[in-house]
């Protein structure tokens, strides 16, 4: 979301920032860290990203929970971890370099991933995500969300007294 915040700047499209947000997921998860680990690294790089400059304690959590994405960061720029540190520290790394960093990277990140087995957390997200899709496209094609809520306040005002309405200001 803060990457995304911080397309702004970037002026990047929306395939752009597609493939970069997909780059960024599949560095996290060669990275092999918990999804904890993972969400504070990402935090901070979506925070120095909105900054515009990924440096100090952002840098640091990208390079500690998520190694992978800091060397897609470092090998992009033709650097080490080590001289990406010192650039950090320096606050000489913008956050277009992040970004063309990671597309320089991108093949060889989906190459990587391509070759990774999953864990079941990651097979879990999958899952979930497909899963929240579906119901999503239910809800757009159906609005039954919309008619389950309408059959329980129904329910409710039927077995009480009052309306629907009466009843909810309770619970607002």
Same mark, same amino acid.
Request: proline residues 1%; glycine residues 10%; hydrophobic residues 45%.
């Given at each position: 979301?803060?990457?995304?915040?911080?397309?702004?700047?970037?002026?990047?499209?929306?395939?752009?920032?597609?493939?970069?947000?997909?780059?960024?997921?599949?560095?996290?998860?060669?990275?092999?860290?918990?999804?904890?680990?993972?969400?504070?690294?990402?935090?901070?790089?979506?925070?120095?990203?909105?900054?515009?400059?990924?440096?100090?304690?952002?840098?640091?959590?990208?390079?500690?929970?998520?190694?992978?994405?800091?060397?897609?960061?470092?090998?992009?720029?033709?650097?080490?971890?080590?001289?990406?540190?010192?650039?950090? !520290?320096?606050?000489?790394?913008?956050?277009?370099?992040?970004?063309?960093?990671?597309?320089? !990277?991108?093949?060889?990140?989906?190459?990587?991933?391509?070759?990774?087995?999953?864990?079941?957390?990651?097979?879990?997200?999958?899952?979930?995500?497909?899963?929240?899709?579906?119901?999503?496209?239910?809800?757009?094609?159906?609005?039954?969300?919309?008619?389950?809520?309408?059959?329980?306040?129904?329910?409710?005002?039927?077995?009480?007294?009052?309306?629907?309405?009466?009843?909810?200001?309770?619970?607002?």
């Amino acid at each position: 979301q803060r990457v995304a915040m911080a397309n702004k700047a970037l002026n990047l499209s929306q395939a752009q920032l597609q493939r970069l947000l997909l780059t960024i997921n599949q560095t996290v998860a060669l990275s092999g860290v918990s999804g904890q680990a993972a969400s504070a690294a990402l935090v901070q790089l979506g925070q120095g990203m909105a900054a515009g400059v990924l440096r100090g304690e952002e840098l640091n959590s990208v390079i500690e929970q998520t190694p992978r994405l800091a060397i897609a960061i470092a090998e992009g720029m033709g650097k080490t971890t080590g001289d990406l540190k010192a650039m950090g !520290e320096a606050g000489q790394i913008t956050a277009q370099q992040v970004v063309n960093s990671l597309f320089k !990277e991108a093949a060889r990140v989906e190459t990587e991933f391509e070759k990774l087995t999953p864990t079941i957390d990651q097979s879990l997200v999958v899952l979930n995500n497909s899963f929240g899709q579906f119901i999503d496209q239910l809800e757009q094609q159906y609005s039954i969300f919309e008619k389950i809520a309408s059959g329980i306040g129904a329910l409710g005002v039927a077995m009480g007294e009052g309306s629907m309405s009466e009843r909810m200001t309770g619970y607002v």
